[in-house]
T-cell receptor, first 114, second 113 residues
Framework: LAKTTQPISMDSYEGQEVNITCSHN???????ITWYQQFPSQGPRFIIQ???TKVTNEVASLFIPADRKSSTLSLPRVSLSDTAVYYC???????????????FGKGTHLIIQP | GAGVSQTPSNKVTEKGKYVELRCDPI?????LYWYRQSLGQGPEFLIY????????DSGLPNDRFFAVRPEGSVSTLKIQRTERGDSAVYLC???????????FGPGTRLTVT
């Protein structure tokens, strides 16, 4: 079971780009990397998922180096509403068995200031 | 379309009582997940279903916890002989298939007094 390590908290300002890095040194060949966002009193919301190199969607980018031992979630031009907890999950989501990849950890509490 | 719904939104019960928490997933989603979340912690996996069967229940803390999904849609999480340590937000999520993004409900806040 791949274990992830993220910073407990980060601060930034509106309009800045924010990068949150997750370490997963024991990532396995079949493991994918998924990021979720959670606001207070709400369930987590899917942001992005990737396996290698770079993935981009309308809200974020995910950078994964060749060794896949870490990944970086990049949020462009953040706003106050991006203040939330961000979780990195790693696991073989498609294997058909096990809860691998369903461990959220404590996440990174991102605080955006004006 | 409608998202994942959970009922009740809040439940207060006395220690030792039995509770049932309900989850209505997004129509057509075959995978359904239960988590619980304590204050300041990330969601903790409990169990997930593929269709009607529990594909993995390794996260259930003990035999007081049980979940069913008899028709492959609605799921019920059942907790017997509740303890104060069971107090948490219980989250349900569904996805079109295992491995795809999960859509979470708003959760049920359970308080055991």
């Amino acid at each position: 079971l791949a274990k992830t390590t993220q910073p407990i908290s980060m601060d930034s300002y509106e309009g800045q780009e924010v990068n949150i890095t997750c370490s997963h040194n024991n990532i396995a060949t079949n493991d994918y990397i998924t990021w979720y966002q959670q606001f207070p009193s709400q369930g987590p919301r899917f942001i992005i998922q990737g396996y290698k190199t770079k993935v981009t969607n309308e809200v974020a980018s995910l950078f994964i180096p060749a060794d896949r031992k870490s990944s970086t979630l990049s949020l462009p031009r953040v706003s106050l509403s991006d203040t939330a907890v961000y979780y990195c999950l790693v696991g073989d989501f498609y294997s058909g068995g096990g809860a691998d990849g369903l461990t959220f950890g404590k996440g990174t509490h991102l605080i955006i200031q004006p | 379309g409608a998202g994942v719904s959970q009922t009740p939104s809040n439940k207060v019960t006395e220690k030792g009582k039995y509770v049932e928490l309900r989850c209505d997933p997004i129509s057509g989603h075959t995978a359904l997940y239960w988590y619980r979340q304590s204050l300041g912690q990330g969601p903790e996996f409990l169990i997930y279903f593929q269709g009607t069967g529990a594909a993995d229940d390794s996260g259930l803390p003990n035999d007081r916890f049980f979940a069913v999904r008899p028709e492959g849609s609605v799921s019920t999480l059942k907790i017997q002989r509740t303890e104060r340590g069971d107090s948490a937000v219980y989250l349900c999520a569904s996805s079109p298939r295992q491995g795809y993004e999960q859509y979470f409900g708003p959760g049920t806040r359970l308080t055991v007094t």
